[in-house]
Each structure stands twice: as C-alpha cells, then as structure tokens.
C-alpha cells in the first residue's frame, strides 16, 4: 500500500485516540469503522462516498439490510456485516432507552426509534409501539404491509396485539416512502377509527407518527389527535 494511503486509514484511528471522537468529522467516524480502504482508494474516500451515497450520516444510520449490501463499494461480506451490526445496535440503544423511562419524556428519542426501524424501508408499512401503563415501551410491532401507497390496517389485528401485551397505550406508526411526511385525511381519518377500537378495551393512542428518510411528523404534535 502507498505510503499516503497508509496515512490516510491510520490518521482518523490516532485522532479518535488522541482528541476523542466528538474531534472526527463523520467521514472519518465511518473510516475507523470501515478501517481500510480498497486498492487505489483511501479509506476516508470510501467512507466519504459512502455517506455521499446515503445523504448523510443521518442516511446511513437509517440504512436498511439490502441497501448496505448493495453498496459495492464496502468489499466483501465482514465489512458489510459489521456495518450492519453497528446499525443495529443503534436501534436497539435508542429501544433500549425508550424501554426504560416514558416515552414522552423524549418526544425525539420516538421519532428517532421509529426512523431507525421504518424510515428507509421501500414499502409502506404501519407498525405500532405497544407501551405499559408508564408509556415504557413493550414491543414494536410492524403489523401491515403494503405497497409503495397504501397499507390495509385491520383494527382488530391491532386490538388483538394489544390485550396480548397488556398494553396501556400505543402510538401508532407508519411511513411514507415518498418522502413526504404530511399527514392525510386518510391517516387522520385512520387514527380516529383506531382511537375508537382501542377505547373499548382502554388503549389509549398517544401519537401517530409518519416517517420518512431524515424526517418525521408527529400527529399529536401537530394538534391532529
């Protein structure tokens, strides 16, 4: 290897050790990582690309399974595992904070949950956070699938998870792959139907929130429930 491509992959490793990583751009956050480049090519180039590929390092994290595999440009199966393996232990580090106090003591801590698990996926799906009588969160359930449009929801299916999980509350969840997070008067008139089927066995519904990649939109504070 070239003496300045050497350089390269063993300068952003020193500065995290000597200057801490909050001292790292986030080209040379994903470079530690990625820990080498490819031949001809540093590996802050590559970490570099690869952010460029997925809009930001907000993009990354969002990533789902079959997009990091796409990306070429990582190499073989390790580097692509290990990728994988530090995005899901952001979502679970997000699940895992959410667990253990009230939902709504983090309001960004929710739409960052629900983007890490539902913002990038290329279908429409609608999930709900099931949640105890402190809204500490029980289980994320994605519970429909759809097309790229439109999803069929089944209140009863939703009902059913909720006695299953003895849920007190629920905040109900879906994307929009589009990009666009405004709601609809199809989402609103949703909500109510679901507001209604869950009062009869005392589930409250928080919030609906509607993800997109980098962005999201909560019903409850836009005053829609």
């Known amino acids: 290897m070239q003496m300045t491509l050497l350089a390269s992959e063993v300068r952003p490793r020193y500065r995290l050790l000597s200057a801490g990583p909050k001292a790292l751009t986030d080209a040379e956050l994903v470079a530690v990582l990625l820990r080498t480049g490819l031949p001809g090519r540093s590996v802050l180039s590559l970490a570099r690309d690869l952010l460029d590929s997925f809009g930001g390092i907000a993009g990354l994290l969002y990533a789902s399974v079959d997009e990091v595999a796409d ?3 990582l190499g073989g199966e390790t580097r692509r595992t290990e990728l994988l393996a530090v995005l899901e232990l952001a979502r679970r580090a997000v699940g895992e904070q959410l667990s253990a106090r009230e939902v709504f003591s ?3 801590a929710v739409k960052q949950f ?3 698990h539902l913002a990038r996926v290329p279908h429409e799906v609608f999930a709900v956070m099931f949640l105890d009588a402190q809204n500490r969160l029980i289980e994320l359930e994605v519970m429909f699938r ?8 089944y209140p009863r299916e939703i009902v059913k ?4 999980h003895e849920s007190a509350a629920v905040v ?4 929009h792959p589009s990009g666009t997070v405004q709601p609809s008067r199809a989402d609103e008139a949703l909500t109510a139907t679901l507001k209604q089927a869950l009062s009869v066995i005392e589930v409250r519904v928080l919030d609906h929130v509607i993800v997109a990649p980098g ?3 909560s019903m409850a ?5």
Do not use: M
């Open 106 to 108: 983090s309001p960004d």
């Open 172 to 175: 109900l969840a879906h994307n």
């Open 71 to 73: 990306v070429r440009a």
């Open 146 to 153: 759809g097309t790229l449009t439109q999803t069929s929801v």
């Open 221 to 225: 504070e836009s005053g829609l429930i």
């Open 114 to 116: 629900l983007q890490l």
């Open 161 to 164: 998870r909720a006695l299953h």
């Open 215 to 217: 962005t999201a939109c």
